[in-house]
C-alpha cells in the first residue's frame, strides 16, 4: 500500500516528490486515522463511507452501535488485521467521547490510534 502523506491539516504533501508518500505501517496508521475522522453520507462518491458521527452524539448514545461501527471502518481499511484493544470513554456532561485503539496491521506492527469526538457544529 502506498498513500500520499497528509499534513496536520489533513492536507495532501507536495514538493518531495515519492517522499510525499507513506508505505507499510505508516500508509495504515493514516488511513487508521482518515476512517476515523470520515463523516458518513459526507463525500459524494461514497455516501455509505465513515461513520455518522452526529447520531452518536446525543444524550444517551447507543455506545454499542459506535463500537460496531467503529470497527467495521477500521476492518476496511487493506492491512488491519485485528483489533487489540478498544475503548470509548464518554463524558455525558459534554457528550464528548475520546475512542482508544490498538490494532495490528500485516505486518505485525502494533499500532495505536486516539479520536476526540466532539459536538463543534
Not at 486515522?33 to 461514497?46: C, E, I, Q, V
Request: glycine letters at 4%; charged letters at 30%; one cysteine or more.
Amino acid at each position: 500500500m502506498k498513500v500520499r502523506e497528509l499534513d496536520k491539516n489533513h492536507d495532501w504533501t507536495f514538493g518531495h516528490g515519492l517522499g510525499n508518500y507513506l508505505q507499510s505501517s505508516d500508509a495504515i496508521v493514516q488511513c487508521v486515522k482518515t476512517k476515523l475522522l470520515a463523516l458518513k453520507r459526507d463525500w459524494f462518491l461514497n455516501r455509505n463511507d465513515g461513520i455518522a458521527w452526529f447520531d452518536f452524539l446525543t444524550k444517551n448514545p447507543n455506545t454499542k452501535q459506535l463500537e460496531v461501527d467503529v470497527r467495521t471502518e477500521i476492518f476496511k481499511v487493506d492491512g488491519v488485521i485485528s483489533i487489540d484493544e478498544f475503548d470509548i470513554l464518554l463524558d455525558t456532561q459534554t457528550r464528548e467521547f475520546l475512542i482508544q485503539i490498538t490494532y495490528t496491521d500485516k505486518f505485525n506492527k502494533t499500532n495505536e490510534a486516539s479520536f476526540n469526538v466532539t459536538d463543534n457544529r
